[in-house]
DNA sequence: AGGCGATATGTAATGAATCCCATATCGAAC
DNA sequence: GTTCGATATGGGATTCATTACATATCGCCT
């Protein structure tokens, strides 16, 4: 064993959720749900992905993915105009936000109470 | 969009929950809890990897980077002897265990209640 | 004493995820 | 009809996790 860096029990839970397909791919979690509210508060793909320091060219590729596993858009997207495009929320998409924002909630309550129990196992 | 591959909601959640360090650095997650199992019922490191089917270069530096930070051992390791060595969980890691599988319990509960809410929503 | 097989650990190779760059297309506004 | 900025998409470069390989050490057993 190494020096022990701490004889505290400076440990916590973390969990990560999200929306999958059969196939076992990811739909929607915590980088999509961030990418569409973002696109939801600025209007557009490209601002949101600068908000989110990440590239352009994954944030657009996530939406993708996710539109085709789903079957149905999550943005409307416009090319041209006055700002050169622009993304909006599709209907579909902010029921799910709504969805998910709620399903956190629930599940960050049951985390809550199972990491009194967990570290009373533990000591 | 592509081809709607289904009309269907046929999505459902996933998570993963794992004891973290306050540095961020998951410690125990599904893959150590198997890791850990796996010791218990073969009586070895190399016989946990094989089974697995992971190597036994990652298999040892997970051990040993959660032991690093948890500040104990987690297993009891004998190089030499008869079949060339063995490891055995401590005492510690069974405790872990037990309340890692409970604590995985509640949370597959609280995730099928939030289910249910989530696809009533999402219709 | 020597052999065997697992622990122990460094380093190079591999592969997947992501980023970076480049280019095409669209359409409202001027 | 020209300009502008965002959508759209391919392809190469890079980063990062894991595997593969290689080598040393240990200690019971014969």
Redesign the pocket.
């Known amino acids: 064993m190494k020096p022990p860096r701490s004889s505290r029990n400076d440990v916590f839970l973390k969990y990560k959720l999200w929306l999958s397909a059969l196939s076992g791919e990811g739909i929607i979690g915590e980088?999509q749900y961030k990418l569409l509210r973002a696109?939801e508060e600025h209007g557009?793909?490209?601002?949101?992905?600068d908000i989110l320091?990440?590239?352009?060219?994954?944030a657009?590729?996530d939406?993708?993915k996710a539109e085709e596993l789903l079957g149905y858009d999550l943005?409307e997207?416009?090319?041209?105009?006055?700002?050169?495009?622009?993304?909006i929320l599709s209907e579909k998409a902010k029921t799910l936000l709504e969805a998910y924002d709620a399903l956190h909630k629930k599940m960050d309550d049951a985390i809550e109470d199972a990491y009194s129990d967990f570290k009373e196992t533990i000591k």
């Open positions: 980088g696109i557009s793909l490209k601002a949101a992905s320091e990440t590239s352009y060219r994954k657009w590729g939406i993708k943005t997207k416009h090319r041209g105009g006055k700002d050169g495009g622009k993304s």
